[in-house]
């Protein structure tokens, strides 16, 4: 029986290549794990920052129907039409 144990020496090349891949998933994992971790203590923040958000578009758009509102009554299209000025007009 002839075993064929073929021995590989290392090269520098292959060594730093292997300490770089090494160190990239050594650093990779933490960062990985530690944005998961974060992404869950963010959704109280989110939260508030959406229904802070709603109210932002909830206000404008009452201001928005009000300044509509007041242009009609002006334009006469209202219910009951403002009088502007003092009353006072020469004629």
């Given at each position: 029986m002839t075993e064929n144990n073929q021995h590989e020496q290392i090269t520098r090349r292959?060594?730093?290549?292997?300490?770089g891949l090494s160190?990239?998933?050594g650093l990779a994992l933490p960062v990985t794990?530690?944005?998961?971790?974060d992404s869950e203590?963010?959704?109280a923040g989110m939260?508030?920052?959406q229904d802070r958000r709603?109210?932002?578009?909830?206000r404008r758009e009452d201001r928005r129907d009000n300044r509509q509102?007041?242009?009609?009554t002006r334009r006469g299209g209202g219910s009951k039409p403002e009088t502007?000025?003092?009353?006072t007009d020469k004629k």
């Open positions: 292959k060594a730093f290549s292997l300490f160190a990239a998933f794990l530690s944005a998961l971790s203590a963010q959704t939260e508030r920052r709603e109210g932002r578009h909830d509102d007041r242009r009609e502007t000025g003092s009353g």
